[in-house]
Structure formats: C-alpha cells, structure tokens
T-cell receptor, first 116, second 116 residues
Framework: AQKITQTQPGMFVQEKEAVTLDCTYD???????LFWYKQPSSGEMIFLIY??????QNATEGRYSLNFQKARKSANLVISASQLGDSAMYFC?????????????FGAGTRLTVKP | DTAVSQTPKYLVTQMGNDKSIKCEQN?????MYWYKQDSKKFLKIMFS???????INETVPNRFSPKSPDKAHLNLHINSLELGDSAVYFC???????????????FGEGSRLTVL
C-alpha cells in the first residue's frame, strides 16, 4: 500500500523568503507520479506541480519547484519569494503505477503561514 | 464556466436522514472521484469511476452509494446519516488514460455536510 508522509503540521515563513515543505513517500512500484496541491482558506483544491518518477529533472512551475530525491523517496515543495497569498494548506499526493491508475492518495497536509 | 461543479455547497441535516450530492464535470474526462475531507483536513479517497465503471471502492460504509449515470456525472447518496459523516465532500475528475496532462485531479468546490 502506498503511503505519503508530511511531517510538518504547520510552517511559518517570512514574506519574500523561501520555504520548503517536506513530503516522503513509500512505494515499491518503479513507476509513480507525485503531485502537490494547495488549499487556501476558501476551501478549493488547486493543483500546483507534478513530478514523474522517471523525470530526469526536478519540476518547476513559476515560484514552485519540486526537490525530487528518488533514492530518499522525498518530493519536497519549495516556494520561493513567499507571498501573503501563499498562506494555505499544502498537500502532497502520489499515484502509483502507470498513468491509468485511478488511485491517488494524499498526505496529511502542512499548514503554511506567511508572515508580513 | 465551472469545470467541476458540485451541488449543494452546504447541507445541514439531522441524524438518520438521507441526502445526495451531485457532481458534474464539463472537461470531457473519463475519470471521476469522491473524496472526504475530515475536520483535520485529511483527504480520503472514497470512490473512483472510469467511464461509468466503479474502479475504486474504499472501505466506506455501504450507507454511501455512488452513482454515475454518464461519464460527466458522479453523484453520491448517503443513507441514514450519522454524526461522523460530517465533513467536506469533494468531487474530482482527471484526464487519466487520455494522454493529456499529468493526470492531475480537477476538484469541485466541495460540499460541506453537517449532521446534527
């Protein structure tokens, strides 16, 4: 069974600084995808970034980057130049196996607070 | 146009009642989901369908019955509601198997169910 672990229930960061949100995963399948989602206080779920297990480079999307360390089974989200609007819950998720596998599981989430 | 829409957004009801949540997506995706988010923000997969076929049926009480009349709709009916059913229920869709995108989930806005 796949497992996603987010060990930081809450994180604080000063506006304009960078922050890293941790995510480790456990799978024996060589093929998998890793996802990060943001949930602001308004409640909607927003997809941020994706990393495939066979991708050679770390994924980046604007101020978001994924620090993918395959041997350590970690997929940490790095947010650069934090903004007040980045305050939200952040969830790491994984889909094992091939692209057609429906099963996507989530970690417990990290609540990020950006301080002015 | 809302890509994944759920109705109603809020339900308040008494224990023992039956309620339904409807979900529609206009993205042309074949895959749809129901997730439950509890008070601690944990997201748990409940059901997943591919083109009207039930693929994932997690350990969910059989009081919960999903129904997919076509691939654009996935409804959730809950019988004999209990206090522990209070949560936010998210519908989601994904372009799995289409070769498009990364297979990320597109979420609805959520339906907050409160059982009194």
């Amino acid at each position: 069974a796949q497992k996603i672990t987010q060990t930081q229930p809450g994180m604080f960061v000063q506006e304009k600084e960078a922050v890293t949100l941790d995510c480790t995963y456990d799978t024996s399948d060589p093929s998998y995808g890793l996802f990060w989602y943001k949930q602001p206080s308004s409640g909607e779920m927003i997809f941020l970034i994706y990393q495939g297990s066979y991708d050679q480079q770390n994924a980046t999307e604007g101020r978001y980057s994924l620090n993918f360390q395959k041997a350590r089974k970690s997929a940490n989200l790095v947010i650069s130049a934090s903004q007040l609007g980045d305050s939200a819950m952040y969830f790491c998720a994984m889909r094992e196996g091939n692209y057609n596998n429906n099963d996507m599981r989530f970690g417990a989430g990290t609540r990020l607070t950006v301080k002015p | 146009d809302t890509a994944v829409s759920q109705t109603p957004k809020y339900l308040v009801t008494q224990m023992g009642n039956d309620k339904s949540i409807k979900c529609e997506q206009n993205l042309g995706h074949d895959t749809m989901y129901w997730y439950k988010q509890d008070s601690k923000k944990f997201l748990k997969i409940m059901f997943s369908y591919n083109n009207k076929e039930l693929i994932i049926n997690e350990t969910v009480p059989n009081r919960f019955s999903p129904k997919s009349p076509d691939k654009a709709h996935l409804n959730l009916h809950i019988n004999s509601l209990e206090l522990g059913d209070s949560a936010v229920y998210f519908c989601a869709s994904s372009p799995l198997g289409s070769g498009r995108g990364t297979g990320e989930l597109f979420f609805g806005e959520g339906s907050r169910l409160t059982v009194l």
